[in-house]
């Protein structure tokens, strides 16, 4: 597994992505084995759309098999966001890493991630 050394920079590409949250954990973003690249995680945004209840959302951390809670059965109120990961505090995923997310109920939590795929 390499960890590109990002003094030495190519390419950095933006993205983002989204998703709708299950009750099962599922990865949003995935930096793929052997991809030569690591991606950082610039934000994750959580909204609840549900204008009735509260919602759970929970966010991990997955390398080496292992997961690693960044947010953990977080209530959002009714129509609205959490911040689970910001600029100031952004993550890197280096090959074979990813993140999770997992909702209390299905289809209630609309999640957006932005990112930048670096090599």
């Not at 954990?25 to 030569?36: A, D, E, R």
């Amino acid at each position: 597994m390499a960890n590109p050394n990002i003094v030495n920079v190519t390419e950095i590409f933006g993205e983002s992505v989204g998703a709708v949250a299950t009750t099962s954990f599922v990865n949003i973003v995935t930096n793929t084995t052997s991809s030569g690249k690591v991606y950082k995680i610039n934000s994750l945004i959580a909204t609840n759309i549900d204008t009735v209840d509260a919602q759970d959302i929970s966010v991990n951390y997955v390398s080496g098999g292992s997961s690693y809670a960044l947010a953990r059965n977080i209530s959002i109120p009714i129509t609205s966001s959490l911040v689970a990961v910001a600029k100031d505090s952004g993550i890197y995923l280096n090959e074979g890493d990813s993140i999770a997310i997992k909702g209390g109920v299905a289809s209630v939590l609309e999640i957006v991630c932005s990112y930048e795929i670096i090599s």
